[in-house]
Structure formats: structure tokens, C-alpha cells
């Protein structure tokens, strides 16, 4: 007979289990190194997750039940959300229209695809779900959202809503896919800076999806990563809490934001876009601030993709940069800060050995179909 101190115990010990579990679940999706993704789990990895909750739930040691209870009183909350990367190409994608150099010909030949960066969000519970991005492959990445989630009947609405960072061509010019030639949706709600949605509202093709009322735009607030101006957050679903940063950026039609996204359990950044690091004091530590993983900028490796040209001069950070001034996060917390926004020239992107070595320090290059429980 369970008494209610065991009874709260075992409870206890089913939630550290499900996020045990939920951790080896972000680990469960690795695209296999022919670079083609491997779909949904199979009969037999849902009854092995499945087990290894059950197991973990009664087997876990009692040592782990009293750290979670300590007098800090931390408490481990279950996740409501899961963020899956769809996309982690810069904006051109892989192949490249024109690139007649061996990163391109390679994938023209094998038929293999880098779609732009992107995300999606889904509540676990409801389904509902969100993309950031609208890619110029946003269908391929949509129904990538769909096939891995088991999402269906969804032809006007394929998501609830769309963040968007930026008026580059990588990460907004999917947007037309839902007018009337094609989805044809219905109010679809967009979040963007007044600048953009400005630049929406008066810009064709993009004002006809407002005017007739198939997306509607969202202003959002952004803070400052010099730590004076605060961002408003907002919720673009019930409970997933989240903050946009203004980033220093190429701005010629927008501005261009980083978003941190909030679940109840983790919080995940997502900056597939930045000039600098060094722009100002503290814009990396701002961006940092209370992430537990990060996606950000790694359109260049260390200058070799661009011969003739100074990499310091060149508006992205470099991956070797970026891993120089985060060595201790990588050390300490490895895979806490992932590699997104990949030129089709990044080495990085093509050479396995080389993300070995990277993943090696600490700093994954994003995998498709990478699943963070939130
Ligand atoms: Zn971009
Ligand atoms: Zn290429
Ligand atoms: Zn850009």
C-alpha cells in the first residue's frame, strides 16, 4: 500500500524520469551521415521510451529525490512545448541557385537538401504550433512540422503562427505561400517589429495577405541588448512566454530581432542572424541570459569559404569566433550553444570530420529534426 509521503515520492520521481527521458528524446533524432532524415519514431523506439520512463520513474535513486526536494526548493517542471529545428541553411539553402563549386555540384548530384534556418514550436498537449521563420521551403519544412508531430487536416491553417527576425529572403519570403494561389489562410497571426509589419502592410505582394486578412500581424516589443530598454514579452501560444532582442544587422527593409522562447521547463534562443558579437557590451551575455540552449549565427566557419576577402570585415561572426569567446560555455556546458544559418560554402556544413571536431568542443552544428523539450 502506497502512503501518501511514497505516493508524492513516486510522483516526484516520475517527473525527473519524464525529463530524463525527455533529454534523451532531444538526443533520439541524429540524421544518419548520408544526410537523409529518418521520419518518425518507430514501434520500437516508442515502446523503449516508453519502458525507460516506467524504469526511470521506479528505479531512479533515492539521492536524486532529495536533491530535487532540498531546501532550495527547486522543483523540476515538466515540459509543455518541444522546439524542433526544420531548417539550418543561411538563406540561399543547399543547393545554392548558381554555385558551381563542389559543396553545390555534390548536392545537385545526390539529391541532397539544406533547407533555411527555421523552427518549429508545438504544445505537447494541444498540438497547436508555430513556425519561426517562413522560409522560402516552407512547405518542405511545414510538412516535415507535420510528419514528425503526426499533425494532419490542417490545409488552410498548417500552423497557428509565425515569428518572423528579419526582411532577408531566407526568413520571410515563405510567407507568400499563404495567399490565395496557394494555402489561402485564414488570419494566420504573424509577430514582427512595427518596422517589418509597416513593411508588410505597405509592401505587394506582401500587403494583399493582409488586406485580405490572411495573416495578421502582431507587433512585438523588443529590448535592447545593451540592457536599457527591456522587451515586452508576449505569448503567441498559451504559456510559451517570449522575448525579442534587436540585433545588429544588415537593416535595409526591417530590423532584425533574436527570440528567446520560454516553456515552462527551458528556454531556447534563436539568433540565426547577427554582424557581431563585439557590436556593444554585454550583447552576448543579454542574448545568453537565462538560455539553457542556444541557436545562433554560423554562416561562415573561419574565412576560407571567401577567398580574397577579410573575415573581419565580413558582417557575420565567424564559428571560430563565437567558439573562442564561449569556450568555458562549450567546456562546461557542451551543446548548450548549437550551430545554425549555414552557408552552403560553411565547411562546417560539409565536412563531417570538421563537426565532429566542433561537436567535440562543445558546439553541435544543428541537426534536423533536433527536438528540445521546453
Ligand atoms: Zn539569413
Ligand atoms: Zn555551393
Ligand atoms: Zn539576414
Redesign the pocket.
Known amino acids: 500500500m502506497l502512503y501518501p509521503a511514497e505516493l508524492r515520492g513516486l510522483m516526484r520521481r516520475m517527473i525527473i524520469g519524464i525529463a530524463v527521458v525527455s533529454r534523451s528524446w532531444e538526443q533520439g533524432f541524429r540524421r544518419p551521415r548520408d544526410g537523409r532524415f529518418s521520419g518518425r519514431l518507430g514501434y520500437a523506439q516508442r515502446m523503449h521510451l516508453l519502458l525507460a520512463i516506467v524504469l526511470t520513474a521506479v528505479f531512479l535513486p533515492s539521492q536524486s529525490e532529495q536533491a530535487d526536494g532540498g531546501a532550495t526548493g527547486s522543483v523540476v517542471v515538466a515540459p509543455e512545448f518541444e522546439v524542433i529545428v526544420l531548417g539550418r541553411a543561411q538563406?540561399g539553402g543547399l543547393p545554392h541557385l548558381g554555385c558551381e563549386r563542389s559543396c553545390c555540384i555534390n548536392a545537385r548530384k545526390s539529391g541532397r537538401l539544406e533547407t533555411p534556418a527555421c523552427l518549429g514550436v508545438r504544445n505537447l498537449e494541444t498540438g497547436r504550433m508555430l513556425l519561426l521563420e517562413a522560409t522560402p521551403r516552407i512547405e518542405t519544412q511545414v510538412a516535415l512540422l507535420h510528419e514528425l508531430t503526426g499533425a494532419s487536416g490542417r490545409p488552410r491553417a498548417p500552423v497557428d503562427g509565425i515569428l518572423l527576425t528579419?526582411a532577408?529572403i531566407?526568413?520571410y519570403a515563405g510567407l507568400i505561400q499563404l495567399g490565395r494561389e496557394v494555402a489561402s489562410t485564414k488570419s494566420t497571426p504573424v509577430w514582427a517589429t512595427p518596422r517589418f509589419c509597416g513593411f508588410l502592410r505597405t509592401n505587394g505582394p506582401w500587403s494583399q495577405l493582409v488586406e485580405l486578412d490572411q495573416i495578421d500581424l502582431n507587433e512585438i516589443t523588443p529590448g535592447t541588448t545593451d540592457g536599457v530598454k527591456k522587451p515586452v514579452a508576449f505569448e503567441p501560444l498559451p504559456g510559451l512566454r517570449v522575448e525579442a532582442f534587436r540585433v545588429p544587422?544588415?537593416d535595409e527593409f526591417s530590423d532584425?530581432v533574436a527570440y528567446k522562447l520560454h516553456g515552462p521547463s527551458k528556454t531556447v534562443l534563436f539568433c540565426p542572424?547577427v554582424d557581431r558579437w563585439d557590436a556593444h557590451e554585454g550583447l552576448l551575455d543579454t542574448l545568453l541570459e537565462g538560455v539553457d540552449v542556444a541557436y545562433v549565427d554560423a554562416t561562415f566557419y573561419d574565412g576560407r569559404e571567401l577567398p580574397g576577402r577579410n573575415i573581419l570585415e565580413v558582417p557575420h561572426p565567424p564559428m571560430i569566433r563565437t567558439m573562442e569567446l564561449l569556450e568555458a560555455v562549450g567546456r562546461e556546458t557542451p551543446g548548450r550553444v548549437r550551430f545554425i544559418h549555414l552557408n552552403h560554402t560553411n565547411p562546417a556544413l560539409n565536412d563531417l570530420d570538421l563537426q565532429d571536431e566542433i561537436r567535440g568542443r562543445g558546439f553541435p552544428v544543428a541537426e534536423v529534426g533536433e527536438r528540445i523539450a521546453i
Open positions: 538563406d528579419h532577408h531566407g526568413h544587422h544588415r532584425t542572424d
